[in-house]
């Protein structure tokens, strides 16, 4: 059979690792998908960049829309990243009749309900199992390797720049600023980090693996975000000496006839499996009602990790080229007009445990005081532990962990708690979550 030709927008890290990992495996590749995969052009900025990826053979342009108009070229492989012009580009080539194969979690998450009943009305596919987790095939697990489950929860360390920052806050008792610092000289971050530190990378994909496991449209607006620039260095060994694991998660739950749909820093318990996930690296937790909680780890970024999640879509793209639109998989793992549009609940409406620090003045009848205030409001008290006051100091460290409560109750708790006389400064609070199997 003749060869099938592609065309990539953006040769940046990812762009070059689906070069290589091509001319590398192609052999092998040709063999999985039954036809060649030949890359005839491609689009990235500056055409003269040395670039550690060999492009001989493959017409370079600099602009992308002469590739997405190619009528050579069957599949177009979009690694610009951002909202535009990926998005428009995406939608031409829906509209020239080109499968598309994306590692762009953000246009994804944000624009994907209408790129894919573009693409639904068109016929063709829309493949973005690189856009989460980066080499781990989570995408395929959970549409395909896990559809005759009900999907109960999924949580996620997804970002491995936060996880690289928590884990040197950790190890080496580094400041978050210091931690950032040397993520950054790694090329573990950005020169700006916004959308890892504060969640919104996480949220985008956490967004994507919630749609594919409940069955409902992308709804990234309605995620709660929240990031890890607050956490110091004092509560991740607070959290170390009572035996937990501080994460950035993502957690897509069922719950009260909606779904949760949340991105923060998470306490686990050091004996999961996921809080001892560390560096750079993904993980992330499926609860089936069938199978049980499963953990799929490995690499969530990087040049070749990526790219051998882009290259799995380009081979099922290759192989069902011929197939009946209507007998492939669904982009959102269920059938278009089977999503539920469930709501999504907002965050004080979520029940989970809390992690508390405050500063207490070191005097009699103070704990009491908070006490009561969490009885008031029915929040039961897991365990307490107070910290020797610092030398020259008035004030002592009190860690509360807390039982299972409403969100809504614990902001009014904390705003009480915040109003004593002998409470200083604000109070500091985690959310604790156990993810224990029978979690429902």
């Not at 030949?38 to 900025?45: E, F, K, L, M, V």
Request: overall charge neutral; charged content about 25%; proline content about 5%.
């Amino acid at each position: 059979m003749k060869p099938v030709k592609i065309g990539i927008l953006g040769l940046g890290t990812v762009g070059c690792g689906t070069i290589s990992v091509l001319a590398r495996n192609g052999q092998e590749i040709a063999r999985r998908a039954g036809r060649e995969i030949i890359i005839i052009q491609a689009s990235a900025r500056d055409l003269k960049k040395k670039r550690p990826c060999a492009t001989d053979g493959i017409k370079l342009v600099q602009d992308p829309y002469e590739v997405v108009r190619n009528p050579e070229i069957e599949v177009v492989v979009e690694l610009i990243g951002g909202y535009e012009p990926a998005r428009a580009l995406v939608l031409e080539a829906i509209a020239n009749g080109k499968h598309v194969v994306t590692a762009n979690k953000a246009l994804i998450a944000v624009h994907g309900n209408e790129i894919f009943a573009q693409a639904q009305k068109k016929g063709v596919m829309v493949a973005f199992e690189a856009a989460v987790a980066g080499g781990i095939p989570i995408i395929k697990a959970v549409r395909e390797g896990l559809a005759g489950n009900r999907i109960e929860w999924v949580a996620g360390i997804i970002n491995g720049t936060s996880n690289f920052i928590l884990t040197e806050m950790r190890d080496k008792s580094a400041d978050f600023g210091d931690a950032l610092k040397e993520a950054q000289r790694l090329g573990y971050a950005e020169a700006d980090p916004t959308f890892d530190v504060e969640g919104i990378d996480t949220a985008h994909k956490l967004t994507i693996l919630a749609a594919i496991a409940f069955g409902i449209p992308l709804k990234f607006k309605q995620a709660y975000t929240e990031g890890i620039t607050r956490i110091t260095r004092m509560d991740v060994q607070y959290a170390e000496n009572l035996g937990y694991r501080l994460k950035l998660l993502g957690i897509a739950r069922r719950a009260n006839g909606g779904v949760e749909l949340r991105v923060h820093p998470t306490l686990i318990p050091e004996r999961r499996l996921i809080a001892n996930v560390d560096g750079a690296m993904n993980a992330v937790l499926v609860k089936g009602d069938a199978v049980g909680p499963t953990m799929f780890y490995g690499a969530g970024a990087g040049a070749e990790p990526t790219a051998s999640a882009v290259v799995a879509d380009l081979v099922d793209v290759v192989r069902t080229l011929t197939v009946d639109p209507n007998n492939r998989v669904p982009h959102l793992a269920f059938q278009p007009d089977a999503l539920v549009d469930l709501p999504i609940l907002p965050i004080e409406d979520v029940e989970t445990s809390y992690y508390l620090r405050l500063h207490a003045l070191d005097k009699p009848g103070v704990l009491a005081e908070v006490t009561r205030i969490l009885a008031d409001l029915n929040i039961s008290i897991e365990s307490i532990l107070q910290k020797e006051p610092r030398p020259n100091e008035e004030t002592v460290p009190v860690i509360i962990l807390t039982q299972r409560v409403r969100e809504k109750n614990m902001n009014e708790a904390i705003a009480r708690i915040e109003k004593l006389a002998s409470i200083k400064d604000k109070v500091a609070r985690i959310r604790l979550e156990h993810l224990n199997p029978d979690w429902k």
